[in-house]
């Protein structure tokens, strides 16, 4: 081994675990966005940086393990996030595998980072086979841990900024870095250079216009952090609080510059936690993609309240054919219990229309189990996904997300949760795992609530309505590939028999 390379990025392998048979040809394969642009910002420091993505090269464990091995790095981070804001801790488990073969063959320095290691800095240094934790967003801890390493004084550890470790066998903490002000400056870009970016493809729905394109695939980060407090969210564990801070929007189209015309890319997520937010913001990005008379095929996060009929013109002409609507709950009493805005049914409803009336297609999220939840609400819930049919609908279970509000509450009234004694562990917080466990309600148990959750998917997606509606607007090949997803059932440990 050598050190030529100060940082080594890694996407440990999770997805069969996460998804199971639906990461095979239904899930996205997704660039890591926080990797490439920590990449960046450690290379214009002057650093030496690879990346290695195990979910795009389809490793194993092992695999992976030995090629970290191989490449030595100074510093390894395990970088675990996931295809939704509230995926980190689910995505745990394959980083941690991955992580104690390297310390079983080695004394190579690793650190984890991301959502859950920000919400649980010191339980996850003392449980996991990693040397550092970083708690923040990470840029700063991570090249401030590798300007020490590169000195040669481990003296100066409480120095680096967001940094848990070890030392004497007492767990040691430095203060969080200062939040980044100035994205465009600092994180300029993602450096996708260092991946191979035709092995990236998109959600299944994001291309229902042209299945056959899902591989022209890039996700871009335009904002950080949420103002709001779902409590139900944990996205702003690693920024310590409810903020949000922006590109500019020439940044934005420097980078969709680079992605259309040296890598082909067609179909570009925004995983921002609310994009269609702020007019400026999301005016300036679709005028600068319209100026450029790109045919790109975008989806973005929205909220019923943050919609403005002044938006959804211009949204179009830019290429958003896709907006994720967070409805959550068709219980109006359910929905303030979570904070989730206050908005009606018949709010909900106009909401929707109107964007689909712009050409704009709804992929709507609905959540059962949150803690006011009852058999008679849940039903409320599908109700109103039947009646608002949108052209794709994500329904999930209550989770008690590690850094969300919710966590807090479960651990104050004594929930069960997957981390606790008896629970599967960390997995059990995918919503699609074989372990899932999602929270109780009060008059629910989490196996009422996951049953309830899968026979409403089947219910939706089988729905004549449905199928018509899905055909009509794009073609018989896609209700024969919603056909093809819904033969494959999830396994669900509480209903596996001996």
């Not at 995926?87 to 690793?110: I, K, W, Y």
């Not at 919400?119 to 040397?131: G, I, N, S, V």
């Not at 008379?293 to 019923?304: C, K, P, Q, T, V």
Request: proline content about 5%.
């Amino acid at each position: 081994m050598s050190n030529n390379i100060d940082l080594l990025l890694v996407t440990p392998p999770s997805r069969l675990q996460v998804y199971q048979q639906l990461s095979n040809d239904f899930a996205a394969v997704e660039p890591p966005v926080w990797s490439g642009l920590i990449a960046e910002f450690i290379r214009n420091n002057e650093y030496s940086v690879a990346m290695l993505d195990s979910e795009a090269q389809g490793l194993t464990h092992e695999e992976t393990a030995k090629k970290i091995l191989d490449i030595g790095a100074l510093l390894t981070v395990f970088v675990i996030y996931g295809q939704q804001p509230s995926a980190s801790s689910q995505c745990l488990p394959g980083g941690s595998m991955v992580a104690e073969l390297v310390r079983e063959n080695s004394d190579l320095l690793t650190m984890i980072m991301g959502t859950h290691a920000s919400a649980l800095p010191e339980r996850t240094l003392k449980e996991e086979p990693y040397t550092f934790v970083a708690q923040g967003e990470g840029p700063d801890t991570v090249l401030g841990l590798i300007k020490v390493l590169k000195s040669g004084s481990r003296s100066r550890m409480n120095e680096v900024p967001g940094l848990w470790y070890m030392e004497n066998d007492s767990v040691q903490s430095n203060p969080m870095a200062v939040n980044i002000k100035d994205l465009d400056s600092a994180l300029p870009r993602q450096a996708l250079d260092l991946l191979d970016m035709t092995k990236y493809k998109a959600h299944n729905w994001h291309c229902f216009d042209d299945l056959s394109s899902r591989s022209n695939y890039a996700s871009l980060q335009t904002s950080l952090g949420c103002p709001y407090k779902c409590s139900f969210c944990c996205i702003n564990a690693p920024f310590g609080g409810a903020s949000i801070r922006y590109w500019g929007a020439d940044n934005v189209i420097k980078q969709i510059d680079e992605m259309v015309t040296q890598y082909g890319v067609k179909n570009i997520k925004v995983p921002d936690e609310m994009f269609v937010l702020n007019a400026k913001h999301v005016m300036d990005i679709c005028d600068a993609v319209i100026d450029r008379g790109y045919d790109l095929n975008f989806w973005a996060y929205a909220r019923i309240d943050t919609v403005k009929d002044d938006f959804l013109e211009k949204l179009k002409k830019a290429g958003f054919n896709w907006l994720g609507i967070g409805i959550e709950s068709g219980s109006d009493h359910v929905r303030d219990g979570v904070e989730k805005g206050r908005f009606g049914l018949s709010e909900i409803s106009k909401t929707i229309k109107k964007i689909q009336s712009h050409g704009i297609y709804v992929g709507a999220n609905y959540i059962f189990g949150l803690p006011d939840d009852t058999m008679e609400s849940m039903q409320e819930t599908l109700d109103l996904s039947l009646d608002l049919n949108t052209e794709w609908a994500n329904f999930y279970c209550a989770m008690a997300y590690p850094g969300s509000p919710l966590y807090q509450m479960a651990l104050e009234k004594e929930w069960a949760t997957p981390d606790s004694s008896g629970g599967p562990g960390w997995i059990g917080y995918s919503q699609h795992a074989y372990e899932s466990m999602p929270l109780p309600t009060n008059s629910l148990s989490y196996t009422d609530v996951l049953d309830f959750r899968d026979q409403a998917f089947n219910e939706y997606f089988n729905n004549p309505s449905y199928s018509d509606m899905m055909k009509a607007k794009f073609g018989q090949k896609v209700v024969d590939h919603i056909d093809e997803m819904l033969s494959l059932k999830l396994e669900r440990k509480h209903r596996t028999k001996d």
